[in-house]
């Protein structure tokens, strides 16, 4: 809702592998996944993304209830665009989002 509000359009995945078939029928611009997923985690659909071709551009924000370096570190090295802990401040989050987001595409 605070997404929207902020402009931007969502559409939600109940886990990884919806969220992969989601991301492969419309390119998203931007992807923003839990780290804690049922399936596959957040950091290795993170992974499974930047291993794609097709996906491999598009940036990826990270939201987790783990506040440890371990995680982060990780999340780094795989490439994600943006990391931010739970629980959540919405004006941190529209910012990594935000700043995730090519220029043009800013909403």
Same mark, same amino acid.
């Given at each position: 809702?605070?997404?929207?509000?902020?402009?931007?359009?969502?559409?939600?995945?109940?886990?990884?592998?919806?969220?992969?078939?989601?991301?492969?029928?419309?390119?998203?611009?931007?992807?923003?996944?839990?780290?804690?997923?049922?399936?596959?985690?957040?950091? *290795? /659909? &993170?992974? #499974? !993304? %930047?291993?794609?071709?097709?996906? +491999?551009?598009? $940036?990826?924000?990270?939201?987790?209830?783990?506040?440890?370096?371990?995680?982060?570190?990780?999340?780094?090295?795989?490439?994600?665009?943006?990391?931010?802990?739970?629980?959540?401040?919405?004006? *941190? /989050? &529209?910012? #990594? !989002? %935000?700043?995730?987001?090519?220029? +043009?595409?800013? $909403?």
């Amino acid at each position: 809702m605070h997404l929207n509000a902020s402009g931007f359009t969502v559409r939600v995945a109940a886990d990884a592998t919806e969220a992969i078939k989601t991301i492969l029928e419309d390119l998203p611009d931007l992807i923003l996944s839990d780290v804690n997923m049922p399936y596959l985690d957040g950091l *290795e /659909l &993170l992974q #499974a !993304l %930047k291993g794609d071709e097709l996906t +491999a551009k598009v $940036p990826v924000v990270l939201l987790t209830g783990r506040n440890d370096d371990e995680t982060y570190i990780r999340a780094t090295q795989l490439g994600a665009a943006g990391y931010v802990t739970k629980p959540v401040k919405l004006d *941190e /989050l &529209l910012g #990594a !989002l %935000k700043r995730a987001l090519p220029a +043009a595409l800013k $909403p």
